[in-house]
T-cell receptor, first 115, second 114 residues
């Protein structure tokens, strides 16, 4: 089965630093997502992305966050100035299209630790 | 706003025994419901989904789930668990019938003992 690949698997950064989390969605997919899970809490939707623009975002996704598809294969999540509360597991996901019959493929996640 | 509750944080089951993981949802309209599994070091994998029709849904790996509107529940079941079923299980609801903006429960960790 095809896979969504996320790198790195674990990233440690200092508070206030910028981080970029990288994802390679499945090659023919058109819809891209980021979710996150703070330890002990629910997996939360952050943002969805289609046709090179954000289609929907949650209240968590403030001005410190941005997403980009820089080269047609990678899908990145940037946190401009990390805070302690940004520490979480970040999941990338992709699908061919949205809708009831579509399957969402998730990556294995990047564990971000902000010190 | 929709929400999902998984009341069991951790469940331990003997190999070969039956399993039921509970999920309750809150949503104003007809829900679209999902169960995902996450094995250690792996991503979230879709086990099964319910949109409409038959309220008993069959999924992969021998899992099934039953939608009960009167109880606002979507419990996951398996008649006989295997050691490889040890993982974290997440119930989720989507408002639009698609995959966007899934709302997840907090998950249930399943431990299998010999």
């Amino acid at each position: 089965e095809p896979e969504v690949t996320q790198t790195p698997s674990h990233q440690v950064t200092q508070m206030g630093q910028e981080v970029i989390l990288r994802c390679v969605p499945i090659s023919n997919h058109l819809y891209f997502y980021w979710y996150r899970q703070i330890l002990g809490q629910k997996v939360e939707f952050l943002v969805s992305f289609y046709n090179n623009e954000i289609s929907e975002k949650s209240e968590i996704f403030d001005d410190q966050f941005s997403v980009e598809r820089p080269d047609g294969s990678n899908f990145t999540l940037k946190i401009r100035s990390t805070k302690l509360e940004d520490s979480a597991m970040y999941f990338c996901a992709s699908s061919v299209r949205t809708g009831r019959n579509e399957k969402l493929f998730f990556g294995s996640g990047t564990q971000l630790s902000v010190l | 706003a929709q929400s999902v509750t998984q009341p069991d944080i951790h469940i331990t089951v003997s190999e070969g025994a039956s399993l039921e993981l509970r999920c309750n949802y809150s949503y104003g309209a007809t829900p679209y419901l999902f169960w995902y599994v996450q094995s250690p070091g792996q991503g979230l994998q879709l086990l099964l989904k319910y949109f409409s029709g038959d309220t008993l849904v069959q999924g992969i790996k021998g899992f099934e789930a039953e939608f009960k509107r009167s109880q606002s529940s979507f419990n996951l079941r398996k008649p006989s668990v295997h050691w490889s079923d040890a993982a974290e299980y997440f119930c989720a609801v989507a408002p639009s019938g698609g995959n966007e903006k899934l709302t997840f429960g907090t998950g249930t960790r399943l431990t299998i003992i010999p």
